[in-house]
């Protein structure tokens, strides 16, 4: 299996000419076009020139385009000069209620995806050679503010909206780091529906979906508008088996909202989710265990539990016509439990002999505690001749996280966090964070924009508590208190050539050091007193814009530069004992090439309308993801052995990613089909080919899927949408686990449909 993947891939090379030849010809035949038309039209007497208004950008809420770009200024916010998408949802085809991301981000080249979860719920995303692990290179927001555990200590992502409740994604790159803080990856913004959009005291909307695997969803929410008030509420449930023996959940997510116009200048907005869910963990398998049987399971023990809530109040006030001002206040409570047996696949669940029991299960409990508040402002200036803007703000977050590990659980097969003894693991982390950021857009004349920014850090972590226990003896962690403060520069451009623009931007970013860096062992571990933060910088340059109605298109090339990786090295005393030193280890670069097209076939060959509109898309990306410094110790016997894994790709990072697709619409249909290409990647910095016997290091062998989907619309309030993912039945995998949900390798979901009946009265 291994030697086909590293043997020349005819199937591979020819796609690769294919993608290439695509994306040239849909240019060349599109420029032609564009050119023919020009001519034709500057022949005619009733030609005029249209003049691009660099100040107003509208996406229409009607619009049946599903990709979007960010207009220049959004509320408070400055996108103009970052690499950014705005994906509609309503306009997405695809299984958006179990959050196939691979859909929903199919037209933003680049994104790499996690795709082991049968629920949907805990998407792992990540761009440009980054880890998808829990989405943690990103920042993802639901409306503006975070969801994470903890973006400063422990970033990972437990909930992600019910897509069918969310209005549009907004995805910006990584110069989003000025205005919204950690991160490589960028920001993801989920604009949860308002009630906004709807136009009468009262709306019901039912949305109910059956598939594969026994997926049951429900979908359920009110909403309207009564004078200056808007309302809306959903409750959706969600249940299934999954396509693993043992993968089975259930999902419930409860969202509401309320917003008041006090009067012209001042709104005030609040809102409330809850959201919980229990799922089996199948564990991971061996590559024996999965070419034997990809869908099997050995753990029918293992259990998952979050639970989640969250509260935000918004106040929006319009200053004068120039200036606007914004304040969120937002507070999460949320608890992530597990009991199972945590072994590698090669490690067999099994019946004691001694005690005619399973052995005992393995409990971890993570409390999050959470309160943030953010203040922005934008002001229109002028400087002369030349109007300019100006977007400040300032944040304050406090986090704390109290985590319970290694219990010892009972030795049945239900859920539940019983233990028989103390927690030996038993920490508290806190986090304090306060920063100030400020953009400034000068425009240039009518076509240049100019935008230097700024982002202050003030970052305090604080660590204690014990790692385990010597009998009645604790073994506590050395304090930790840190506190870092640093300044991220960063500057944007843009230059308008009629509907397209050139963009460019550079923009500083850091990763602070985490809890997990924070803590070790300390009979075996030391924590290096000098560790810092992984900082870095993002760099981008592209073309984008439209071409008439029929060509959308992104360009660009970027630079992401990735130093001070923490790791772990092994080192000796002058006693001649042995522990591991975790300090910053080397650094990292990731380069490529990132470019969506979107072409609509009739509009540019002048097609009657009345035969609908015929779309081809591609969305391709380039990935260079090298280390270009990584010191490694390790222990060999008594003596130690250095190495540098200078050159070795990064882990998790393919190397191409191509997803592209037709789409046809004809009155009340539309059908969608897509392709999926995905390279192969490493699972370690080592770059191991060969898999381990446990299956948690090798390669990841590349893969390739079709999607159909389509929707009919009998009238504005009825509707039905339906599918089948990985049509071909590919069977795959997209990752390899150390730990949890694993460990061991993590199949991917086999060929499946759904079916989704959706109305509004």
Known sequence: MISKQLAPDYKRIMMNRFMMILLLGIVSVTTTIAQEKENKAKTDSAFFQPKYLPDITLVGRYTKADIHFLPEIVGTNINAGKKNALIM????????????????????PGIQIWESDPSGIQIGIAARGLSPNRSWEFNLRQNGYDISSDPFGYPEAYYTPQLNSVQRVQVLRGAASLQYGPQFGGMVNFIMKDGSEINKPFQYESQQTAGSFGLFNSYNAIGGENGKT?????WDHRRGDGFRENSGFKVNTAFGSFSWNINKKLKVGLEITHFDYLSQQPGGLTDAQFAQDAYKSLRQRNWFQVKWNMAALNID????????????????????????????????????????RYNNRRVDI????????????????????????????????????????????????????????????????????????????????????????????NIQNEANGRVGLSGN????????NRTRRFVLPGVGAEYHIGQTEIYANYSQAYRPVLFSDLTGNPTTDVIDQNLKDAKGYNIDLGYRGRIKEYLFFDVSGYLLQYNNRVGLIA???????????????????????????????????????????????ASLAFINAQYDNLRVITRQGNTLVESNLKNKRVEN??????????????????????????????????????????????????????????????????FVKGGINNLLGEKYFTRRAGGYPGPGLMAAEPRNFFMTVGIKL
């Open 317 to 356: 006030y319009a200053i004068s016509d120039k200036s606007r001002f914004n304040v969120k206040t937002f507070a999460m409570t949320g608890d992530r439990n597990s009991i199972g047996f945590m072994q590698t696949p090669n490690i067999a669940d099994t019946i004691n002999a001694s005690t005619l």
């Open 653 to 718: 990072a393919p190397e191409r990613i191509y997803r592209t697709g037709v789409t046809y619409s004809r009155k009340q249909l539309t059908v969608t089909a897509q392709y999926s290409y995905v390279s192969e990647a490493y699972s370690d910095a080592n770059n191991t080919v060969t898999p381990t016997a446990n299956g948690v290091n090798g390669l990841i062998p590349s893969y390739d899927l079709v999607d159909i989907s389509g929707t009919y619309k009998f009238t504005e309030k009825f």
């Open 473 to 480: 003896t604790e073994l506590k962690i050395n304090n930790q």
């Open 571 to 617: 080192q000796q005393r002058l006693d001649g004992s042995f522990y591991n030193l975790r300090t910053n280890v080397g650094n990292s670069r990731s380069r490529g090439v990132e470019a969506l097209v979107e072409f609509n076939a009739f509009k540019a060959w002048g097609v009657k309308p009345v035969f609908g509109s015929l779309n081809f898309f």
């Open 230 to 234: 808007h309302y809306y509420a959903f």
């Open 89 to 108: 949802m309503d306009n997405v085809q695809g299984n958006v209620v179990t959050n196939t991301m691979r859909q929903v981000m199919a037209k933003v």
């Open 366 to 457: 993570d409390q999050y505690r959470n309160f943030g508040i953010e203040a922005r402002y934008i002001t229109d200036y002028q400087i002369g001749k030349m109007r300019n803007t100006l977007s400040a703000g300032i944040r304050y977050f406090r986090g704390n996280t109290d985590r319970f590990q290694n219990g010892r659980g009972d030795t049945g097969a239900d859920f539940n966090l019983n233990i028989s003894d103390p927690f030996p693991t038993d920490l508290s982390f806190i986090t304090n964070n306060t920063a100030f950021f400020a953009e400034n857009m000068f425009r240039i004349g009518d076509k240049l924009l100019i935008i230097p920014g700024v982002r202050v850090e």
